[in-house]
């Protein structure tokens, strides 16, 4: 690395020595890095782009967080045994390693996000044109995105480097991993200035950027997941004088005409079709069965070959569904077909996964995510945002805390409940709530990237998948023998072996 700073350098100095003609690279008309952090446009065009990251993790993210647990896996397409197979795959399937490239595009993904971020906090303080008060509602989004942003490592890889200051230097590009307390610390503080900093919506629909609600919902996160009951409870408790609450219907939620909606806390911003400016959502190819048309479920006949068969909803998982639950048919929906001998799929006909009876003869029935999966504007991808906080996931968080401190959570818990079209529970044991607040979460926030997190945090992770990955290679034939055996270092992904390489003042994960 150093002969690569020393190379730079020496052409930097002959570049010194050429003609002036050739080193005015940046005329004065245009925007530099010693001329662009100046005005509140500048600013807000920054945080624009540090958001902008925020569809790369979340297109990424099912991998790491919902394929790895009980709720989905992948189907098979065993004619192609490239990487970009096997490594999606092997995430699933336990069977991960350091050189996994999905890996590395979350840390990648993340740490970019964090990096556009920390250069807009470490500007601030130096435009003074910026009024104080546009300058505290850009430090504080950025403060909350770094803050998501380390919530997310910190689950996922365990001790991760805090870059907390604009990159300017080698020394400031190679870190060291500092612990998972330092890194939680980090975190709450940053949510904390963001809570101080941003602003309640003024209306809904908002605008998509962070609130004061966005923040204070991660910071409740964090406080639950660091077992600090009373704060979450104190935090939570403080949303719906902010306007937020439940829609009627559960799907709404998900609609792209419910964007930003009064049950929605933060979401990633997406817009369909091709226009300029367009920023099209590629979950729906990711979730379907593998075809050369998806007409069926999405009017347009889009070929998702090389895209498809990600993220498909396990019986484990429909089978956890209470009899009226209106979540299945807004969240599960099932499409019967036949495959080739190229493992793609043609579609004959879509059904409800409500009361489904299994497929007619000759048929293959495959159940696909139908919470996202709308109308696209375009081949290229829908308008659908995706959901990191809502509204019931607060009330969910609300009633876990109030049942770990020997309060009664049946009033948000049977909130949420009732929206589903469930009847309310009355039992008052403290581990059996536990128990039923899991399942309710597993329910109401499929999909959504928190399964596996939530099975980490209740310590049922090794227990469960191991469970799951027993019943699920009894089934399909293709899932390998050596995979779902599940250990405690498995509860932490490795770091890329592409970072470690780089930078060696990292360490690997145990196990790995």
């Known amino acids: 690395m150093k002969k690569i ?19 005015d690279l940046a005329p004065k008309s245009s925007y530099s890095d010693a001329n662009y952090f100046l005005t509140t446009q500048q600013f807000s065009s920054a945080v624009t782009a540090a958001c902008a990251p925020l569809r790369d993790v979340v297109v990424n993210d099912y991998l790491m967080s919902e394929m790895r647990s009980d709720n989905t896996i992948y189907q098979s397409l065993l004619s192609n045994r490239g990487t970009a197979y096997t490594d999606r795959e092997a995430l699933c399937n336990f069977r991960d390693a350091s050189t996994n490239s999905y890996t590395a595009l979350e840390w990648q993904y993340c740490y970019q996000v ?6 807009v906090i470490s500007r601030l303080p130096a435009a003074t044109a910026v009024p104080a008060d546009s300058a505290a509602l850009y430090d504080g989004q950025c403060k909350f995105l770094r803050a998501l942003m380390y919530f997310k490592l910190v689950r996922l890889f365990g001790p991760v480097p805090l870059f907390l200051k604009e990159v300017k230097t080698p020394d400031d590009a190679f870190l060291p991993r500092d612990s998972v307390v330092k890194v939680y610390a980090q975190i709450a503080a940053d949510a904390g200035d963001a809570i101080k900093e941003l602003p309640a919506p003024a209306g809904f629909p908002q605008s998509g950027a962070a609130t004061k609600g966005s923040a204070t919902m ?13 704060d979450a409870v104190s935090l939570l408790n403080t949303l719906p004088a902010m306007g937020y609450t439940l829609n009627a219907n559960y799907a709404d939620a998900f609609q792209p005409t419910g964007k930003n909606g009064k049950e929605s806390l933060f979401e990633v911003q997406f817009l369909g079709g091709t226009a300029t400016g367009s920023t099209p959502n590629p979950l729906l190819f990711h979730f379907l069965p593998r075809s050369t048309s998806t007409a069926l479920v999405t009017s347009l006949a889009i070929n998702n070959t090389t895209t498809g068969g990600w993220n498909t909803p396990t019986t484990d998982l429909i089978t956890a569904y209470e009899s009226g639950d209106k979540r299945l048919d807004a969240s599960i929906g099932m499409v019967e077909g036949t495959y080739n001998a190229s493992n793609y799929f ?6 409800s996964a409500v009361g489904y009876a299994g497929p007619p003869a000759g048929k293959v029935a495959v159940p696909y995510v139908k919470k996202y999966e709308h109308t ?6 829908s308008s659908d945002d995706f959901p990191i906080y809502r509204y019931s996931e607060a009330l969910l968080l609300l009633a876990e805390a109030l049942n770990e401190q020997g309060q009664s959570p049946l009033a948000p818990l049977n909130t949420v409940r009732a929206r589903a079209g469930l009847t309310a529970l009355t039992v008052t044991d403290q581990a059996t709530l536990r128990t039923a607040i899991l399942h309710e979460r597993r329910i109401e ?22 469970a799951f990955g027993t019943t699920l290679k009894s089934q399909l034939t293709y899932i390998p023998a050596d995979s779902y055996n599940v250990n405690d270092n498995k509860l932490l992904y490795p770091i890329p072996q592409a970072e470690v390489g780089l930078n060696t003042m990292l360490t690997q994960n145990l196990g790995y």
């Not at 964090?114 to 250069?119: G, K, P, V």
């Not at 696209?376 to 991808?381: E, K, M, V």
């Not at 596996?452 to 998948?465: C, E, F, I, P, Q």
């Open 5 to 23: 700073y020393f190379l730079i350098a020496m052409v930097g100095l002959a570049t010194a020595s050429c003609k002036k003609s050739y080193t």
């Open 114 to 119: 964090i990096s556009r971020a920390n250069i």
């Open 218 to 230: 991660l910071l409740a996160d964090v406080d639950v997941y660091l077992k600090k009951y009373p």
């Open 346 to 351: 043609t579609y004959s006909a879509v059904k």
């Open 376 to 381: 696209p504007a375009a081949i290229t991808g």
């Open 445 to 466: 926030l499929a999909f959504e990237d928190k399964r596996w997190h939530d099975l980490v945090r209740s310590g049922t992770a090794v227990a469960v998948m191991n």
